[in-house]
Protein backbone atom coordinates (compact mmCIF):
# COMPACT_ATOMS: atom_id res chain seq x y z
CA UNK A 1 0.00 0.00 0.00
CA UNK A 2 2.78 2.03 0.77
CA UNK A 3 4.14 1.55 -2.61
CA UNK A 4 1.35 2.61 -4.45
CA UNK A 5 0.95 5.69 -2.48
CA UNK A 6 4.35 6.27 -3.25
CA UNK A 7 3.04 6.32 -7.13
CA UNK A 8 0.08 8.66 -6.56
CA UNK A 9 2.73 11.01 -5.11
CA UNK A 10 4.52 10.79 -7.79
CA UNK A 11 1.45 11.40 -10.34
CA UNK A 12 0.46 14.32 -8.09
CA UNK A 13 4.01 15.90 -8.34
CA UNK A 14 3.62 15.28 -12.07
CA UNK A 15 -0.29 17.43 -11.94
CA UNK A 16 1.12 19.99 -9.28
CA UNK A 17 4.62 20.61 -11.64
CA UNK A 18 2.27 20.36 -14.35
CA UNK A 19 -0.20 23.71 -13.57
CA UNK A 20 3.06 25.36 -12.74
CA UNK A 21 4.07 24.88 -15.99
CA UNK A 22 0.67 26.29 -18.10
CA UNK A 23 0.90 29.46 -15.73
CA UNK A 24 4.43 29.70 -16.47
CA UNK A 25 3.65 30.06 -19.62
CA UNK A 26 0.49 31.64 -20.18
CA UNK A 27 2.99 34.61 -18.37
CA UNK A 28 5.78 33.87 -20.92
CA UNK A 29 2.82 34.90 -23.60
CA UNK A 30 2.02 38.05 -21.48
CA UNK A 31 5.85 38.58 -21.73
CA UNK A 32 5.96 38.56 -25.51
CA UNK A 33 3.32 40.62 -26.25
CA UNK A 34 4.58 43.28 -24.12
CA UNK A 35 7.99 42.76 -25.61
CA UNK A 36 6.03 43.45 -29.55
CA UNK A 37 4.38 46.37 -27.71
CA UNK A 38 8.00 47.97 -26.73
CA UNK A 39 9.29 46.75 -30.34
CA UNK A 40 6.40 48.85 -31.89
CA UNK A 41 6.59 51.64 -29.86
CA UNK A 42 10.15 52.23 -30.09
CA UNK A 43 9.11 52.91 -33.50
CA UNK A 44 9.92 56.54 -34.43
CA UNK A 45 6.98 56.92 -36.55
CA UNK A 46 4.86 56.52 -33.81
CA UNK A 47 2.34 59.53 -32.44
CA UNK A 48 1.81 60.55 -28.87
CA UNK A 49 -1.01 59.09 -28.82
CA UNK A 50 -0.02 55.83 -30.32
CA UNK A 51 2.27 55.43 -27.63
CA UNK A 52 -0.49 56.39 -25.11
CA UNK A 53 -2.42 53.92 -26.57
CA UNK A 54 0.32 51.36 -26.44
CA UNK A 55 1.69 52.13 -22.80
CA UNK A 56 -1.97 51.91 -21.72
CA UNK A 57 -2.01 47.86 -22.73
CA UNK A 58 1.52 47.40 -21.83
CA UNK A 59 0.34 48.76 -18.39
CA UNK A 60 -2.68 46.45 -18.04
CA UNK A 61 -0.53 43.61 -19.30
CA UNK A 62 2.21 44.29 -16.92
CA UNK A 63 -0.71 44.45 -14.53
CA UNK A 64 -1.82 41.00 -15.30
CA UNK A 65 1.03 39.51 -15.03
CA UNK A 66 0.91 40.27 -10.95
CA UNK A 67 -2.47 39.07 -10.46
CA UNK A 68 -1.30 35.76 -12.32
CA UNK A 69 1.88 35.60 -10.10
CA UNK A 70 0.01 35.56 -7.40
CA UNK A 71 -3.31 34.20 -8.16
CA UNK A 72 -1.72 30.32 -9.37
CA UNK A 73 -2.47 28.14 -6.62
CA UNK A 74 -2.77 24.17 -6.17
CA UNK A 75 -4.78 23.00 -3.27
CA UNK A 76 -4.36 26.70 -1.67
CA UNK A 77 -0.82 26.84 -1.82
CA UNK A 78 0.84 29.61 -4.07
CA UNK A 79 2.91 28.51 -6.43
CA UNK A 80 4.85 30.98 -8.11
CA UNK A 81 5.40 34.29 -5.80
CA UNK A 82 7.89 32.62 -3.69
CA UNK A 83 5.14 31.11 -0.57
CA UNK A 84 6.43 27.89 -1.50
CA UNK A 85 10.12 27.75 -1.82
CA UNK A 86 10.45 23.77 -2.62
CA UNK A 87 7.83 21.20 -3.71
CA UNK A 88 8.98 18.22 -1.55
CA UNK A 89 7.51 14.34 -2.37
CA UNK A 90 7.65 11.42 -0.98
CA UNK A 91 7.80 8.93 -3.98
CA UNK A 92 9.33 5.63 -2.66
CA UNK A 93 8.42 3.56 0.04
CA UNK A 94 11.33 4.50 2.38
CA UNK A 95 12.40 7.53 3.95
CA UNK A 96 15.30 8.73 1.29
CA UNK A 97 12.90 8.00 -1.95
CA UNK A 98 11.84 11.53 -1.72
CA UNK A 99 12.62 14.20 -4.69
CA UNK A 100 13.04 17.75 -3.77
CA UNK A 101 11.93 20.68 -6.61
CA UNK A 102 12.80 23.97 -6.55
CA UNK A 103 9.93 26.34 -7.36
CA UNK A 104 10.42 30.08 -8.63
CA UNK A 105 9.48 33.54 -7.23
CA UNK A 106 8.34 35.27 -10.13
CA UNK A 107 7.27 38.42 -7.94
CA UNK A 108 10.79 39.40 -8.99
CA UNK A 109 10.67 39.77 -12.25
CA UNK A 110 12.32 42.57 -13.75
CA UNK A 111 9.55 42.99 -16.44
CA UNK A 112 7.30 44.36 -13.39
CA UNK A 113 8.87 46.95 -12.59
CA UNK A 114 9.55 48.18 -16.39
CA UNK A 115 8.67 51.54 -17.33
CA UNK A 116 6.41 51.14 -19.68
CA UNK A 117 6.54 52.38 -23.59
CA UNK A 118 5.36 56.15 -23.54
CA UNK A 119 8.40 57.32 -25.04
CA UNK A 120 11.44 55.34 -27.24
CA UNK A 121 13.73 55.26 -24.63
CA UNK A 122 11.85 53.40 -22.07
CA UNK A 123 10.01 50.82 -24.82
CA UNK A 124 14.01 50.01 -25.68
CA UNK A 125 14.97 49.87 -22.02
CA UNK A 126 11.49 47.74 -21.45
CA UNK A 127 13.16 45.23 -24.51
CA UNK A 128 15.68 44.16 -21.94
CA UNK A 129 14.17 43.68 -19.05
CA UNK A 130 11.52 41.68 -20.95
CA UNK A 131 14.02 39.21 -22.41
CA UNK A 132 15.44 39.43 -18.57
CA UNK A 133 12.03 37.92 -16.93
CA UNK A 134 11.63 35.23 -20.21
CA UNK A 135 14.80 33.69 -19.95
CA UNK A 136 14.06 33.54 -15.92
CA UNK A 137 10.47 31.61 -17.01
CA UNK A 138 12.27 30.01 -19.31
CA UNK A 139 15.41 28.44 -16.66
CA UNK A 140 12.04 27.32 -14.19
CA UNK A 141 10.09 25.73 -16.65
CA UNK A 142 13.20 23.82 -18.22
CA UNK A 143 14.00 22.49 -13.69
CA UNK A 144 9.99 21.97 -13.58
CA UNK A 145 10.37 19.69 -17.27
CA UNK A 146 13.03 17.45 -15.86
CA UNK A 147 11.63 17.11 -12.72
CA UNK A 148 8.21 15.65 -13.97
CA UNK A 149 10.36 13.45 -16.43
CA UNK A 150 11.60 12.10 -12.74
CA UNK A 151 8.67 11.90 -11.04
CA UNK A 152 6.79 10.22 -14.24
CA UNK A 153 9.53 7.49 -14.38
CA UNK A 154 8.91 7.13 -9.85
CA UNK A 155 4.89 6.60 -11.10
CA UNK A 156 4.83 4.03 -13.70
CA UNK A 157 5.43 0.99 -11.67
CA UNK A 158 6.67 -1.02 -15.20
CA UNK A 159 9.52 1.03 -15.42
CA UNK A 160 11.12 -0.65 -12.40
CA UNK A 161 9.65 -4.37 -13.28
CA UNK A 162 12.53 -4.98 -15.59
CA UNK A 163 15.49 -4.88 -12.63
CA UNK A 164 12.69 -6.40 -10.39
CA UNK A 165 12.70 -9.59 -12.48
CA UNK A 166 15.99 -9.68 -13.30
CA UNK A 167 16.46 -9.55 -9.12
CA UNK A 168 14.17 -12.19 -8.49
CA UNK A 169 16.06 -14.42 -11.05
CA UNK A 170 19.06 -14.17 -8.85
Not at 14 to 31: E, H, K, R
Not at 63 to 82: V, Y
Given at each position: ISLQRAMRNANEG??????????????????IRMREIAIQSATGSNSDDDRAALDNEFSEL??????????????????????MSNLNLQIGASSSDSQSVEMADFRDLSALSAAGVSNTGDALASLSIIDESLTTIDSA???????????????DPSHNLPTNLDSSRT
Open positions: VNFLQTADVAAGNISTVLRAHLSKSIDGTSWNGQKMLNGTRVKWGAAMNLLVQAG
